[in-house]
């Protein structure tokens, strides 16, 4: 039975969480317009933390915001409206059997230098991103194992059957214009001459010390803009990037509102807030290559001793949800549920006691003969975590395990944890404050790399955690050809976590921005990307 | 005074004639920066962490191979052996090819050349008015020492010393950008468009950050010049032959007390430029500071090495600046210290 991708992101169709949170807030997954403000707007003015580079798929410096940014010049195949994965350049996107994609392109459309788009051009690009695989918003295309065109309709076949092809790939694969990107030998030096796509705007300024400049692309075929110009400027510091918005300099702030400026922002005459889930976790990680945490027992008892709800309530002001035992979001397409945290003081007090972890004279625990008394390496960069952890260390207190704060510089948290970014390197810590993006909560593929034991597949496995049993379920997760039977395998996935502790999930952030309303309305919460997202920019007609 | 003579650059020119003494000098200056060269190198590399995060976001880092990662760290000049890379520093350190940035594959010196006018602006802005106030305040509290203004004035200075730069740069934010919307808050002109307006009314609050909070040292400095000055033999003298006060501060209180504040003043400019780094994060001001710590940030080894090499290079000049100009400011130096 033939099956459009349509429908079976309709399968996966969840409720979007709405938090609003009073007057002058924009709720999560709706389009804007809820407060009032305008919904077009000739000139709006959008404050980043840092340079982006060029903007093209190569080299735009980070996943947030700069991804979001070159996808408003490059448009993919696909993209994700709400949950459901809808056709973009793409007119429609067919499958049988989830391993071979017949995607038959949109027909008139043109790339900002007036050239026709063609099926060339995603040949090459499949092309160019497999001979290419650095950059931030390049794409792993090792799954595609053969493309074809045959006149305006390309045929992708994978290694094996992946139903979350179109939404991990499709949705995020950047379209390049085959003739201006076929004599680029080092994607590194792209310069803004290739940043140009068949996205809705144009990038018409960039000066690397005060930002750029997007023009509506007044020949997009897939919609309207509904903003005429965007400016993007850099402001460092967060609490500078606050000011201008008060001060009207700018008229939105990528940063992330802290939980307590939420309020003082939000009652501010003229600001909106728009918020919405987030999928970026915070955990607390265990190092259970090192001895105690490579007993379960101990992770297991510590992991009762943490209230999360605590946690979300206390350092995050409420803004996040607690986070579940077996770590994916429950708002998940992977299929995540809530399993809730077995908070239980006096169980972990017990269970300590049963593995003879006797209190010493100072009240710490001794276990195997040495002091239950560990590190906790922490981001200083992060308030949140910071907060996280000091409640951590007075929970842990309770139960007779002494917590040392370590407050690194990001970097030196990193080198400690996952050296060089290759979990082969090793890691040097006992206990430490981590998070996973958005983007981690998207697929099995990338879920299976938190926790396979062979280095080779596990590359994100940086607590160096070994199980053939959840290895297995990794395999099925990774090879079920349909989407239920994937959402099957990684519920029991969770249960497997959430038993061995490998690390405990603290929370998922709420994502919340703030934006003139006076200035401009038309914000449109997207999950995986927030309010940076080219819906809140374009009317689109898929 | 004597104290602060005896140590001036100057003071040793008569002891060993010029040329030996400019040649000494010079080889001090080479040690120096040879020293600092050598920092430069090596404090980028001793930082945790390195600049493979600049290739891709982590997850997709995580997926390369090692022959893949010795690969890129080979080709940016990050991989090759810490002798090699030194040596290939040094010489472009000679060459004036200070390489290409990690993070947007801009030339190093192409960078610099773009921030640093932007912080020459700034800087040498606030450096004229916190020497002209400073200065002069420094003079009137040192002459009014036993008055109340004074003692005012000592007691504010001490103040402004201790504000950090972060904090009075937020206040100004918060006051005259949010509270009274009549400055700029970020930036060095309006989006897009730059113009002399623009300019001058984006530099205003970052020039009042550096200069409130310079200006408390330069006060001090000035004033305990004075008073050394004041109360030294010669001044003494020279009140008791009865030499009128306007006279006797013009003449003999006024110059010998300045010379160190002008050894002083040379050295801040120096210095200056890196310590603006605070004062345009936070108003985003695309300069030298900023440039320098976005390259920390990045762990772009090229960039930290170009404008370590700048803010270095800018210290040893003014104070090469500060030892040439010495002796024509002070009679005694040209002259060995004879009379």
Redesign the interface.
Same mark, same amino acid.
């Given at each position: 039975m033939r099956r459009t991708v349509g429908a079976l992101a309709a399968t996966l169709a969840m409720m979007l969480t709405v938090c609003g949170s009073g007057g002058g807030t924009a709720e999560g997954g709706q389009t804007g317009g809820q407060t009032g403000g305008p919904d077009r707007a000739d000139t709006l003015?959008i404050a980043i933390s840092?340079?982006e580079?060029?903007l093209t798929p190569f080299?735009n410096?980070?996943?947030y915001p700069g991804n979001n940014l070159v996808k408003l010049i490059f448009d993919p195949l696909a993209t994700l409206q709400g949950e459901d994965v809808v056709p973009l350049l793409a007119e429609n996107i067919e499958t049988t059997d989830n391993q071979t994609y017949t995607i038959a392109l949109r027909e008139g459309v043109k790339w900002q230098d007036g050239q026709p788009f063609t099926a060339d051009d995603v040949l090459f690009s499949v092309d160019f991103y497999r001979a290419n695989?650095?950059?931030?918003s390049?794409i792993?295309v090792r799954p595609i194992k053969d493309v074809t065109a045959d006149g305006n309709t390309v045929t992708m076949t994978l290694n094996g059957p992946d139903p979350e092809f179109p939404r991990r790939i499709l949705t995020d694969m950047a379209i390049l214009p085959d003739h201006l990107w076929k004599s680029v030998d080092d994607v590194?030096?792209a310069?803004t001459e290739l940043a140009v796509g068949t996205g809705p705007y144009k990038l018409t300024?960039y000066n690397?010390? +005060?930002?750029y400049?997007f023009e509506a692309n007044a020949d997009y075929a897939m919609g309207k803009p509904k903003v005429q110009t965007i400016?993007v400027?850099?402001?460092?510091?967060e609490?500078?990037q606050f000011?201008?918005l +008060?001060?009207?300099?700018i008229d939105m702030s990528t940063r992330i509102v802290p939980p307590q400026q939420m309020e003082a922002l939000g009652n501010q005459s003229g600001i909106g807030l728009i918020d919405g889930t987030e999928f970026a976790s915070t955990i607390m990680l265990f190092n259970t290559e090192r001895p105690p945490f490579d007993r379960v027992e101990v992770r297991q008892a510590l992991a009762k001793a943490i209230n999360v709800q605590d946690v979300v309530d206390t350092a995050l002001l409420g803004q996040g949800v607690p986070g579940s035992a077996g770590f994916i979001h429950p708002e998940s397409p992977v299929g995540g549920k809530v399993i809730k945290s077995a908070y239980d003081v006096d169980a972990a007090n017990a269970e300590l006691d049963a593995l003879g972890a006797a209190r010493g004279a100072d009240g710490i625990r001794v276990l195997d003969g040495k002091p239950m008394s560990f590190e906790l390496l922490v981001q200083s960069s992060s308030t949140d975590r910071l907060r996280s952890a000091e409640l951590i260390r007075e929970m842990l207190d309770a139960v007779g395990v002494a917590v040392k704060i370590s407050s690194?510089?990001p970097?030196?948290v990193?080198?400690?944890v996952?050296p060089?970014?290759?979990?082969?390197n090793g890691r040097n810590y006992d206990m430490s404050m981590w998070g996973w993006?958005g983007?981690?909560m998207l697929s099995s593929g990338?879920i299976a790399?938190l926790l396979y034991s062979d280095p080779a597949d596990g590359?994100?496995n940086v607590v160096g955690y070994k199980d053939d049993a959840v290895d297995a379920t990794l395999d099925q997760l990774t090879s079920a050809p349909t989407l239920e039977e994937r959402t099957g395998v990684a519920s029991k996935l969770q249960d497997q976590i959430a038993e061995a502790m490998p690390w405990v999930t603290l929370y998922y952030r709420n994502g919340a921005y703030a934006f003139r309303e006076d200035t401009y309305d038309g914000w449109t919460w997207q999950n995986f990307k927030g309010a940076l997202n080219n819906f809140s920019f374009v009317d689109y007609n898929l | 005074m004597t104290d602060v003579q005896e140590t001036l650059p100057g003071s040793t020119l008569g002891r060993r004639g010029s040329w030996s003494y400019f040649a000494g000098r010079g080889l001090e200056y080479a040690l120096v920066l040879a020293v600092a060269l050598t920092l430069n190198f090596a404090l980028p590399r001793a930082l945790p962490g390195g600049p493979m995060k600049l290739f891709g976001n982590p997850e997709a880092l995580a997926r390369l191979t090692a022959e893949e990662r010795a690969q890129i760290a080979s080709e940016y000049g990050f991989g090759q052996p810490l002798w090699q890379q030194f040596l290939d520093y040094l010489q472009g350190v000679f060459t004036l090819d200070l390489g290409t940035s990690l993070a947007d594959g801009r030339p190093v010196t192409e960078a610099i050349a773009t921030a640093l006018p932007w912080t020459l602006l700034l800087v040498g802005t606030s450096i004229v008015i916190t020497a002209l106030l400073g200065v002069s305040l420094g003079v009137l509290g040192g002459l009014r020492r036993r008055e109340g203004k004074g003692a005012g004035l000592l007691a504010g200075a001490i103040a402004l010393d201790s504000i950090p730069q972060f904090w009075l740069g937020m206040l100004l934010i918060v006051f005259f950008g949010v509270k009274l919307q009549v400055l700029p808050t970020f930036g060095v002109s309006d989006a897009g468009v730059v113009t002399i307006g623009g300019v001058a009314e984006h530099l205003i609050l970052p020039v009042v950050t550096l200069t409130v909070t310079g200006i408390g040292y330069l006060f001090m400095y000035t004033r305990s010049s004075l008073l050394a000055v004041l109360t030294s033999q010669p001044v003494e003298h020279a009140h008791a032959r009865g030499v009128p006060r306007g006279r006797l501060v013009r003449r003999h209180v006024l110059r010998p007390a300045l010379l160190p504040v002008h050894t002083i003043l040379m050295l801040d400019i120096g210095f200056l430029a890196a310590g603006s780094i605070v004062v345009e994060t936070v108003f985003a001001y695309p300069g030298l500071g900023r440039l320098t710590f976005d390259a920390i940030a990045a762990r772009d080894y090229p960039l930290m090495q170009g404008t370590f090499l700048v803010l270095t290079v800018m210290v040893v000049l003014m104070n090469a600046l500060a030892d040439l100009t010495y002796p024509l400011l002070d009679p005694r130096a040209r002259t060995g210290g004879s009379r």
């Amino acid at each position: 039975m033939r099956r459009t991708v349509g429908a079976l992101a309709a399968t996966l169709a969840m409720m979007l969480t709405v938090c609003g949170s009073g007057g002058g807030t924009a709720e999560g997954g709706q389009t804007g317009g809820q407060t009032g403000g305008p919904d077009r707007a000739d000139t709006l003015t959008i404050a980043i933390s840092s340079d982006e580079g060029t903007l093209t798929p190569f080299t735009n410096e980070t996943g947030y915001p700069g991804n979001n940014l070159v996808k408003l010049i490059f448009d993919p195949l696909a993209t994700l409206q709400g949950e459901d994965v809808v056709p973009l350049l793409a007119e429609n996107i067919e499958t049988t059997d989830n391993q071979t994609y017949t995607i038959a392109l949109r027909e008139g459309v043109k790339w900002q230098d007036g050239q026709p788009f063609t099926a060339d051009d995603v040949l090459f690009s499949v092309d160019f991103y497999r001979a290419n695989m650095l950059g931030d918003s390049a794409i792993d295309v090792r799954p595609i194992k053969d493309v074809t065109a045959d006149g305006n309709t390309v045929t992708m076949t994978l290694n094996g059957p992946d139903p979350e092809f179109p939404r991990r790939i499709l949705t995020d694969m950047a379209i390049l214009p085959d003739h201006l990107w076929k004599s680029v030998d080092d994607v590194s030096k792209a310069g803004t001459e290739l940043a140009v796509g068949t996205g809705p705007y144009k990038l018409t300024q960039y000066n690397p010390d +005060r930002g750029y400049t997007f023009e509506a692309n007044a020949d997009y075929a897939m919609g309207k803009p509904k903003v005429q110009t965007i400016k993007v400027v850099v402001i460092p510091e967060e609490s500078a990037q606050f000011a201008a918005l +008060r001060t009207g300099e700018i008229d939105m702030s990528t940063r992330i509102v802290p939980p307590q400026q939420m309020e003082a922002l939000g009652n501010q005459s003229g600001i909106g807030l728009i918020d919405g889930t987030e999928f970026a976790s915070t955990i607390m990680l265990f190092n259970t290559e090192r001895p105690p945490f490579d007993r379960v027992e101990v992770r297991q008892a510590l992991a009762k001793a943490i209230n999360v709800q605590d946690v979300v309530d206390t350092a995050l002001l409420g803004q996040g949800v607690p986070g579940s035992a077996g770590f994916i979001h429950p708002e998940s397409p992977v299929g995540g549920k809530v399993i809730k945290s077995a908070y239980d003081v006096d169980a972990a007090n017990a269970e300590l006691d049963a593995l003879g972890a006797a209190r010493g004279a100072d009240g710490i625990r001794v276990l195997d003969g040495k002091p239950m008394s560990f590190e906790l390496l922490v981001q200083s960069s992060s308030t949140d975590r910071l907060r996280s952890a000091e409640l951590i260390r007075e929970m842990l207190d309770a139960v007779g395990v002494a917590v040392k704060i370590s407050s690194l510089d990001p970097d030196a948290v990193t080198a400690k944890v996952w050296p060089d970014y290759d979990v082969k390197n090793g890691r040097n810590y006992d206990m430490s404050m981590w998070g996973w993006s958005g983007p981690v909560m998207l697929s099995s593929g990338t879920i299976a790399q938190l926790l396979y034991s062979d280095p080779a597949d596990g590359t994100l496995n940086v607590v160096g955690y070994k199980d053939d049993a959840v290895d297995a379920t990794l395999d099925q997760l990774t090879s079920a050809p349909t989407l239920e039977e994937r959402t099957g395998v990684a519920s029991k996935l969770q249960d497997q976590i959430a038993e061995a502790m490998p690390w405990v999930t603290l929370y998922y952030r709420n994502g919340a921005y703030a934006f003139r309303e006076d200035t401009y309305d038309g914000w449109t919460w997207q999950n995986f990307k927030g309010a940076l997202n080219n819906f809140s920019f374009v009317d689109y007609n898929l | 005074m004597t104290d602060v003579q005896e140590t001036l650059p100057g003071s040793t020119l008569g002891r060993r004639g010029s040329w030996s003494y400019f040649a000494g000098r010079g080889l001090e200056y080479a040690l120096v920066l040879a020293v600092a060269l050598t920092l430069n190198f090596a404090l980028p590399r001793a930082l945790p962490g390195g600049p493979m995060k600049l290739f891709g976001n982590p997850e997709a880092l995580a997926r390369l191979t090692a022959e893949e990662r010795a690969q890129i760290a080979s080709e940016y000049g990050f991989g090759q052996p810490l002798w090699q890379q030194f040596l290939d520093y040094l010489q472009g350190v000679f060459t004036l090819d200070l390489g290409t940035s990690l993070a947007d594959g801009r030339p190093v010196t192409e960078a610099i050349a773009t921030a640093l006018p932007w912080t020459l602006l700034l800087v040498g802005t606030s450096i004229v008015i916190t020497a002209l106030l400073g200065v002069s305040l420094g003079v009137l509290g040192g002459l009014r020492r036993r008055e109340g203004k004074g003692a005012g004035l000592l007691a504010g200075a001490i103040a402004l010393d201790s504000i950090p730069q972060f904090w009075l740069g937020m206040l100004l934010i918060v006051f005259f950008g949010v509270k009274l919307q009549v400055l700029p808050t970020f930036g060095v002109s309006d989006a897009g468009v730059v113009t002399i307006g623009g300019v001058a009314e984006h530099l205003i609050l970052p020039v009042v950050t550096l200069t409130v909070t310079g200006i408390g040292y330069l006060f001090m400095y000035t004033r305990s010049s004075l008073l050394a000055v004041l109360t030294s033999q010669p001044v003494e003298h020279a009140h008791a032959r009865g030499v009128p006060r306007g006279r006797l501060v013009r003449r003999h209180v006024l110059r010998p007390a300045l010379l160190p504040v002008h050894t002083i003043l040379m050295l801040d400019i120096g210095f200056l430029a890196a310590g603006s780094i605070v004062v345009e994060t936070v108003f985003a001001y695309p300069g030298l500071g900023r440039l320098t710590f976005d390259a920390i940030a990045a762990r772009d080894y090229p960039l930290m090495q170009g404008t370590f090499l700048v803010l270095t290079v800018m210290v040893v000049l003014m104070n090469a600046l500060a030892d040439l100009t010495y002796p024509l400011l002070d009679p005694r130096a040209r002259t060995g210290g004879s009379r």
